[in-house]
């Protein structure tokens, strides 16, 4: 287990394109469009938070997430974690979670909290 510090970041890249909203769509029962559902921008932090930083045996607890734009349909998308607060008595890390489109826009600001693993 790596030692956790303020300022310590995790990003991902990823494109959501046509044929991924559209199997996306058909799960939930809903008509594909020319964005990225809210929820596969939200799975990114997830993966981050699970695989990267802090990583396995994670537990996730809490996530705010606000969209401030779309993200379009085979466009760029960059997500990045960012440790903002350590509890010092809990093992409870406050992250800042952000996601911006190719043109570096801001899609996505928010704010998760995490219990990493001992």
């Known amino acids: 287990m790596k030692q956790l510090a303020v300022g310590m970041q995790a990003t991902a890249q990823r494109v959501f394109d ?12 809903d008509q594909p469009g ?9 799975a990114l932090f ?3 938070l699970g695989v990267e930083l802090p990583g396995s045996g994670s537990v996730y607890l809490k996530q705010d997430l606000t969209f401030v734009d779309r993200a379009r349909a085979g466009e760029a998308l960059t997500a990045t974690v960012t ?4 509890r ?10 952000r996601c911006t489109g ?17």
């Open 83 to 86: 440790i903002t607060h350590i």
């Open 102 to 118: 190719a043109d570096g826009r801001l899609i996505t600001d928010g704010e998760a909290i995490v219990m990493a693993p001992r």
């Open 88 to 97: 010092a008595d809990k093992p409870l890390v406050t992250f800042q979670t």
């Open 18 to 29: 046509h044929d991924l909203i559209t199997e996306y769509a058909a799960l939930c029962g």
């Open 34 to 42: 020319e964005t990225v559902p809210e929820p596969l921008i939200g």
């Open 46 to 48: 997830s993966y981050l």
